[in-house]
């Protein structure tokens, strides 16, 4: 093949997968399952065996399935837990009071191709159907467990039907209790005696196997059909599996051994979601019950043995510091393990010249990843529940510790919360309750939708969350003294909550009135990137009014309050300056009035409150206070994740635990300034710290910074990628920068440019830096301060 045709062939490839990918070819396709539409908590085995006489350049399947699915091809593992919980957009009108939810469904494609060979494959396939949902889950369940399938291999066309085989896994017991109320998923129980050996193999690769018992998968109804209606390509990507482990301690453990009946405490390296596996050798029937450290967590496994040889993973994940195996006496155990599987990778970096900060770094970075799978959510133990202010909470440093795959989960957040919305009102929590929360909608607003947009540049998704958004603000009637009415709505499905924390101190008045004026400013921007001109001026006649109707009534002299005598309250003072609406010249005595002495916040507003003493100009008191707050769990050397509460409570891995927001927006600076990273500024403001180096891995690359600061000198490297540009601020630090040099040549000097440099600009000095616009590429600045 000359190089010619070679990169027309790689072109047209490429075309060919992603026209593909993008329209699957459903025809002949059908909803399969058993006879039955259920039970719940059903696992469904199917098989189905072709054979191909060629192998194209590329293969994919295109599966879906309610509720969750784990692939094999040829009984290699292709897929370990395809799926999404289920419900990326509605399909009829919803009565939610009669339980009425049709929903659309997902489905995921998989790259199938290195699996294949010429000649007999055998595809199977193990559904998970939980067949129930609760008011704290994304979860719509469509009330019958189904496969959809369909691959195109060559002329070959490959689809579920009828004559796949079908049996409900005799080994997992289907009729245990849910295990718990809030959550979807089930806990395990799996008999070992009732296994159907290496199932997902080829005949020939198990002498004894056949599943000519099996019945013919029962046909349910084309693509389209209730209730599972159309199909949606799963928008994030798969999670990423780890593969299975050792644990921390596995040479403490020294398999293989005996068990003496005590329960075997398993060390994970830090609070993860996994999967737990065992291999050992037993007599039949002994029961083994596997849980974690974690006193929340709600799913466990209990497996009970099979004579002989034999290895186990319960595929219904939970989380936890160390995995609990209770093995009963004399049961030899040849090796414990565990699958982390994890919503893409940790990507973003973050290290000081304090073990500190770097520690609550990595507990919070932990913290965020244990709290995401199908959705973002509040905790990973108790609810798994996508509670939309938590989701604003997670969103503020999100974009400097994931990949893209937490950029397309919170696309989900954002779709499917607004999709679901219901007379206006977009739901804390859903999408099966829309339950109002109007702090939590209004953040998620102002700290969620428009800093996806920031971030990722994605202006479809803004378009189609934009109307739900003027929506709910139109909601808020404005009174004569220029305040929107205080909004609380007499039901069920509405909370007049804001923050826990300490009891008795929020103002919520002030606190709902600040957050209101903030997603006004934030819509606005929305307004202006779609051109909605209508829209803009009625967010700045709202913010005109509001922002001296707001002072004239809440300024305290020291302080913002609805009631001086009985409110001077940190989290209503910091939103008053995060929101904007709060006079410039007020800051720095809401910081030395409220903001330090006062520390009523949970965690889910003290990283607001810590962001409003940055806004403010007062950096170290920020670290001061970030440091009281997290001391005692930092500390805490068996922990890696942040509890709900201070100095503790609650879930010991709460999602809406911020500090890393502060940390890399406001100490090591760096911030978009345009949308989707086209541009960004880095503006650090070190305080005691030496040394700072961080990863963002932003939707145009990573970006990289490495900061050193002497008394002498302040440096930095930055490798940033294409189709970027930075404005870099050489701090002054009180002092006077004598010179700039730029890759070793001198491009500043007292005051004045001194050789151009391609690619640089002078932007201007200010009190606090020197500024200069940087193209995309590797730069090391170094500036040299004067002596003094």
């Not at 059903?42 to 065996?49: A, C, D, E, L």
């Not at 294949?116 to 998970?128: Q, S």
């Not at 005799?170 to 129980?189: G, R």
């Not at 940790?346 to 709290?371: I, Q």
Request: proline share 4%; hydrophobic share 40%; net charge positive.
């Amino acid at each position: 093949m000359t190089k010619k045709n070679s990169n027309f062939f790689l072109v047209f490839t490429l075309i060919a997968s992603i026209c593909f990918a993008q329209n699957p070819n459903w025809d002949n396709a059908k909803w399969i399952w058993q006879q039955e539409d259920g039970p719940s908590n059903t696992w469904m085995s199917f098989r189905k065996t072709v054979n191909i006489n060629q192998i194209p350049e590329i293969v994919e399947a295109n599966i879906a399935v309610d509720s969750k699915f784990w692939l094999w091809i040829n009984g290699k593992m292709v897929l370990f837990e395809g799926g999404l919980s289920r419900g990326p957009s509605q399909a009829g009108d919803w009565k939610r009071k009669q339980k009425i939810t049709p929903a659309n469904s997902w489905f995921t494609t998989v790259n199938i191709q290195p699996y294949l060979k010429k000649g007999e494959n055998t595809i199977a396939i193990l559904v998970w159907f939980w067949g129930r949902e609760t008011h704290k889950g994304t979860h719509v369940d469509s009330g019958k467990g189904g496969l959809l399938l369909s691959s195109e291999i060559g002329n070959k066309h490959i689809v579920s039907d009828k004559t796949w085989k079908a049996i409900s896994h005799p080994a997992y017991n289907n009729t245990i209790a849910p295990a718990s109320k809030a959550i979807v998923q089930y806990s395990v129980l799996y008999d070992a005696q009732k296994a159907m050996q290496d199932w997902s193999k080829n005949a020939w690769y198990s002498e004894n196997f056949n599943d000519s018992s099996w019945n013919f998968a029962v046909e349910k109804g084309k693509l389209g059909v209730a209730p599972w209606y159309k199909v949606e390509k799963n928008i994030v990507p798969q999670l990423v599996n780890h593969g299975l482990q050792n644990y921390e301690n596995d040479n403490d453990l020294k398999f293989p051994f005996i068990s003496n009946g005590k329960t075997i405490k398993a060390k994970l390296p830090f609070n993860k979601q996994i999967t737990p596996y065992l291999e050992i050798e037993a007599k039949a029937g002994d029961t083994i019950f596997i849980t974690t450290d974690n006193r929340l967590n709600r799913i466990n496994a209990t497996y009970i043995t099979k004579e002989g040889k034999q290895s186990f993973e319960s595929f219904s994940w939970m989380n936890g510091h160390e995995i609990k195996y209770d093995i009963p006496k004399g049961v030899k155990v040849n090796a414990l393990k565990y699958r982390w599987m994890s919503v893409g990778e940790m990507a973003g970096k973050f290290k000081v010249d304090d073990p500190f900060y770097n520690r609550l770094w990595w507990m919070g970075n932990n913290t965020l990843f244990v709290c995401a799978r199908d959705n973002f959510m509040d905790c990973p133990d108790r609810e798994r529940a996508l509670w939309i202010g938590d989701v604003a909470d997670q969103v503020g440093y999100l974009f400097y510790a994931m990949d893209n795959a937490g950029r397309q989960l919170l696309k989900k957040a954002i779709l499917q919360t607004t999709a679901f919305s219901e007379d206006g009102v977009m739901g804390a929590l859903g999408p099966l309750r829309v339950r109002e929360l109007v702090a939590q909608t209004l953040q998620f607003i102002a700290q969620g939708i428009w800093p996806y947009y920031l971030n990722t540049g994605d202006k479809e998704t803004l378009e189609k969350a934009y109307p739900y958004v003027y929506d709910y603000l139109a909601l808020f009637p404005m009174k004569e003294n220029g305040l929107p009415e205080y909004r609380k709505r007499k039901s069920p499905d509405s909370w007049d909550w804001v923050d826990w924390g300490v009891k008795n101190t929020a103002d919520k008045q002030a606190i709902q009135m600040a957050f209101y004026y903030l997603a006004l400013s934030e819509a606005k921007k929305m307004a202006e990137v779609l051109g909605n001109t209508k829209h803009i001026n009625w967010y700045d006649d709202r913010m005109k009014k509001m922002k001296p109707a707001f002072n004239k009534l809440y300024w305290k002299d020291g302080f913002y309050s609805s009631n001086a005598e009985k409110f001077k309250d940190d989290r209503a003072n910091a939103i008053a300056i995060v929101s904007g609406i709060s006079k410039a010249e007020y800051h720095n005595q809401i910081v030395e009035n409220v903001l330090i002495p006062n520390r009523f916040s949970s965690p889910h507003f003290e990283w607001i409150v810590e962001e409003a003493m940055c806004i403010a100009g007062n950096y170290k008191a920020s670290l001061e206070r970030m440091k009281a707050q997290y001391q005692s769990q930092v500390d805490k050397k068996s922990m890696s994740t942040l509890y709900e509460m201070f100095p503790k409570g609650g879930s010991y891995n709460h999602a809406w635990n911020a500090p890393n927001t502060i940390l890399s927006k406001y100490i090591a600076g760096v911030r978009p300034t345009k949308k989707g990273w086209s541009e960004f500024e880095i503006m650090p403001e070190l305080v005691h710290f030496k040394n700072i180096k961080k990863t963002v891995p932003s939707v145009k690359g990573n970006i990289d910074i490495e900061i050193t600061k002497s008394d002498a000198e302040y440096q930095l490297k930055l490798k940033s990628p294409k189709e970027t540009e930075a404005i870099i601020g050489i701090p002054k630090a009180d002092k006077i920068i004598e010179k700039v040099l730029i890759n070793d040549k001198l491009f500043w000097s007292k005051g004045k440019i001194k050789k151009k440099v391609k690619h640089i600009q002078f932007v201007e000095e200010d009190s606090y830096y020197v500024k200069f616009r940087i193209s995309s590429g590797d730069w090391e600045i170094k500036a040299i301060y004067k002596k003094q």
